[in-house]
């Protein structure tokens, strides 16, 4: 697998009231990130460990506040409520890592850049704020050329938000390098730019160029690889965000897709009016919508059973998931890519 | 129909090398806008009128540029290429207008407040520059409530970009009115909101925010007018701009769309590799597509004949797109509204 990650710094991670079921940018951080994690932020677990809630991810100490983290270069907000906002609680700690010489990393609707404590106390101490949510200026509408590239292109489609399709994506693009595949991850939303240490954030985008903005990042890397995997983001049902999984679906006209989901989820967070369809309904939507611009198939199905406890009831969960969609499913986390991987045309 | 329209001011609308059939903004603005038309700006076609070329919109006389425009209160630019850029060619009209203390409105992702010598210009000169394309900045996710106001909605969706779906909408709020219905025009683009002295902006938002902005205004005027006339925008098969199209129609939640299209038109206009598909499947996308967040039905079809010359084979066109339908269909501005206002359930 390829990436630009920037790697080998010491980060912190802000995790406040959230870590890790509702932390998912800090997880993903965790789990796939290249720096080392000295602390987590959240002031509901200060005194635990990382280890006492994950597992497969590098230990870290839980702690209150940055006043309590060890030295790092960076603080990272690894957070994302609802709207993008700033959580104001959060100040003293952002403060804290500028005055003590940290360079502080959010994917944010706001903009610590334009925070004007924030932007003077950094220029002062000589810090970077890094906003990876903020989008570059010369973005602009799709053209319609995202399957002129060489590579097969594997976009993943979700049920709902947070149901792991960042997580599918790298696990298969890992998976595919290990088998040799030249495979490249890429990155649509903060936590996968976080990670891979470029990319653009397609919800951030100017609608008009939500496409396009997703179609910029295939032909750049499309003719050096041979498969791309794509991060999908939201659901194509969503309520609020189904703009952005629509832009996404077209601009990087993907050739297959792999329907993420998380067990048991019955309704689309947070909007509990709008219920979860049976699976047939998304392959008939993601797929009839993608075919008058490039055709799709779904071809497989990732089931997060994070929130099961034991592996057999998991193992069921995953079994029906696949039996209801048609094809082949897994869960990459817990029990590997292989029906995955072994489903796609590489 | 309800307006908050600025009118009663005297416009220049600038349309170089595009009126009338690529110059939609200016089209709308002359047959839908209350301000008067003092000239249309078309260096290709000074020395006409636009009565040459349109008929049922005020006369005004066709100039080569903004030196031979009688005086006016604002200069309008009524052009909005593809990627929304500000052509530089256009930059002596835009200066004249300033100069002679004209008003500058623009509806293009090129803010002509962030141009450097047009904003000094206008503080020298006291006028205004008014970037209609400009969003406020506290819009924010939607929350999936459009349909808690009491108004019934009806959106304009169509097969492709510049098929007729804010005329249509315009006709049918009008239409509607005359026929004692308390209706209102929920406008979502540029043009019609130079029309409307309101709205936002939906193209140019935030891509997370694209169902929010729309929301916001069902949400504003939807308890005080009984339908609500939602001006659709693209194509929900539109390689660059199918996410605006999704995003309006999740976020303004619809009860009945209105299926636009150009009689005639076989490709996605610049976008030639994709085909315009069979009618079935816009039915199928668009309403599979809604249900799950809020059912709507295709309930009615809108031919735009313009570029039909004979009423006779126009005629012929509006029953063979009703016939391919399955559902009553017209050409709102050459035979009226008559059809498609009985197809709603008003």
Not at 240 to 259: K, N, Q, R
């Amino acid at each position: 697998m390829t990436t630009d990650a920037p790697g080998g710094r010491r980060i912190a991670v802000l995790a406040h009231e959230k870590f890790p079921e509702r932390a998912k940018t800090a997880t993903g951080i965790l789990r796939y990130g290249s720096d080392e994690v000295v602390a987590v932020l959240d002031r509901d677990r200060a005194g635990e460990r990382v280890s006492d809630h994950l597992s497969g991810v590098p230990d870290a100490p839980i702690v209150g506040s940055m006043a309590d983290a060890p030295d790092c270069d960076a603080l990272v907000i690894g957070i994302a409520p609802i709207g993008g906002g700033f959580d104001d609680s959060w100040r003293p700690d952002v403060r804290e890592a500028i005055e003590r010489g940290c360079d502080v990393v959010a994917g944010l609707h706001y903009f610590l850049t334009e925070d004007e404590e924030f932007a003077e106390l950094a220029r002062e101490r000589g810090v970077e704020l890094r906003d990876v949510r903020k989008p570059r200026d010369d973005l602009t509408v799709g053209r319609g050329v995202a399957d002129e590239v060489d590579a097969e292109i594997v976009l993943t489609v979700g049920t709902d938000c947070s149901v792991g399709k960042m997580t599918v994506s790298l696990e298969l693009a890992r998976a595919a390098a290990e088998r040799g595949i030249d495979a490249a991850f890429i990155p649509t939303g903060q936590t996968g730019i976080m990670i891979s240490g470029w990319g653009n954030p397609i919800d951030r985008v100017v609608s008009d160029f939500t496409a396009g903005a997703v179609e910029e990042m295939i032909v750049e890397k499309g003719n050096d690889h041979d498969v791309l995997f794509v991060e999908g983001q939201g659901s194509i049902v969503h309520p609020a965000y189904s703009a952005v999984t629509c832009g996404i679906l077209h601009g990087s006209m993907p050739d297959e897709l792999v329907l993420c989901h998380e067990a048991g989820r019955e309704a689309i967070h947070g909007y509990e009016d709008t219920a979860i369809p049976p699976l047939s309904t998304y392959v008939d939507i993601y797929e009839g919508l993608a075919a008058p611009v490039h055709e799709a198939e779904v071809v497989a199905g990732a089931l997060n059973t994070s929130n099961v406890d034991d592996d057999e009831t998991a193992r069921e969960a995953v079994a029906a998931y696949a039996d209801e969609l048609g094809a082949p499913a897994a869960d990459p986390v817990r029990f590997g890519t292989d029906e995955l991987l072994s489903a796609l045309d590489l």
